[in-house]
């Protein structure tokens, strides 16, 4: 059975942006990821290998998100495809990053992208 595991709300502070000044200053993000898998050997005999670690999965993201980026979109594909690495089998996963404050001529509270790949 196919399961749907959400590690949400991964709180960053990282250096992305096309402008000079955010890649100096920084800001603050939030990373959200969704993996679906078949997590039968977890559900049935309690095992940690059976599904996605949320260690693994917190260590994959704080590790991209500290490699500074012009684009969310570009970080988002490599947290979707480091985690690809990490976790082993048939799943699907999709990565959001939401970045607060976006520098723009108006106020904007948020920009996100959201990222989803399904893995053979």
Excluded: W
């Excluded at 979707?80 to 976790?87: K, N, P, Q």
């Amino acid at each position: 059975m196919f399961t749907k595991i959400a590690i949400e709300d991964i709180q960053c502070y990282s250096h992305h942006g096309c402008l000079p000044e955010e890649t100096v200053i920084g800001g603050h993000y939030r990373v959200d990821v969704n993996i679906e898998l078949n997590a039968d050997r977890a559900i049935l005999a309690d095992e940690l290998s059976g599904t996605a670690d949320y260690v693994v999965v917190n260590k994959v993201v704080r590790e991209q998100m500290a490699i500074p980026s012009k684009l969310i979109e570009h970080v988002a594909g490599r947290i979707l495809m480091a985690l690809h690495r990490e976790i082993t089998g048939e799943m699907t996963i999709e990565v959001k990053i939401t970045k607060y404050n976006p520098p723009v001529n108006s106020q904007i509270g948020l920009a996100s992208v959201t990222l989803r790949e399904h893995f053979h």
